[in-house]
């Protein structure tokens, strides 16, 4: 399975960002899927993360800005960010779990993220 992120870039404060991540893999049943983040010399943490059933998490520090949804057919998870904050800079990381057909296993993917910077 591969996890292809896009729509990072650099935004003023207040600004908004749509942030996209494809998976492939017509075997691989996804079950959640979503967004961590890491800004420099800090650990990385969960951003938001939305379940096969459409249930979601979201970090304290982005509810109410950030809203994440999935389209299923397409494989594919979006994070939209709004009020964008500088505190919000880093390295932002799509992460999908999930089985294959006949196998019993969990499996975890990381994708190979994608740079978001909020200027002050």
């Known amino acids: 399975v591969q996890l292809q992120a896009s729509g990072g870039g650099l935004v003023q404060a207040g600004g908004s960002l749509r942030l996209s991540c494809a998976a492939s893999g017509s075997t691989f049943s996804i079950n959640t899927i979503g967004w961590y983040r890491q800004a420099p010399g800090k650990q990385r943490e969960l951003v938001a993360t939305?379940?096969?059933?459409?249930?979601?998490k979201y970090a304290d520090s982005v509810k109410g800005r950030f809203t994440i949804s999935r389209d299923n057919a397409k494989n594919t998870v979006y994070l939209q960010m709004n009020s964008l904050k500088p505190e919000d800079t880093a390295v932002y990381y799509c992460?999908?779990?999930?089985?294959?057909?006949?196998?019993?296993?969990?499996?975890?993917?990381w994708g190979q993220g994608t740079q978001v910077t909020v200027s002050s």
């Open positions: 992460n999908a779990d999930g089985v294959y057909q006949a196998d019993p296993l969990m499996y975890d993917y």
């Open positions: 939305i379940s096969s059933g459409g249930s979601t």
